[in-house]
């Protein structure tokens, strides 16, 4: 059974840095692409990240890029999203997601297993 679980989140000030994880369980990272989203009260979910499952090569949103930076430890089956100079701006809860049948998506539908979300607020 796929299961996804994000922890990490937190109450962080503008500037500062959270690094969130990602522990999967019943597959093996390898096979499959993993996504990071985030979704703001009112708002649509967004992609922020993605690994690609192939060559573990990454992509990010532009509003993220430079900031954010997403990894992968197949040993621990986990994957991570480091976070820096947070802006108020990336409050939302953030969810991981994981599908096979892909290589490199930014997209919410096209992901088929979540994880239950953790929350990051960026608040002076």
């Known amino acids: 059974q796929v299961q996804l679980v994000e922890s990490g989140g937190g109450l962080v000030q503008p500037g500062g840095s959270l690094r969130l994880s990602c522990a999967a369980s019943?597959?093996?990272?390898?096979?499959?692409?993993i996504g990071w989203f985030r979704q703001a009260p009112g708002k649509e979910r967004e992609g922020v990240s993605c690994i690609s499952s192939s060559d573990g090569s990454t992509y990010y949103a532009d509003s993220v890029k430079g900031r954010f930076t997403m990894s992968r430890d197949n040993a621990k089956n986990t994957v991570y999203l480091q976070m820096n100079s947070l802006k108020p701006e990336d409050t939302a809860v953030y969810y991981c997601a994981a599908d096979p049948r892909i290589s490199l998506a930014l997209e919410p539908d096209k992901y088929d297993y979540w994880g239950q979300g953790t929350q990051v607020k960026v608040s002076s």
């Open positions: 019943g597959f093996t990272l390898d096979d499959y692409a």
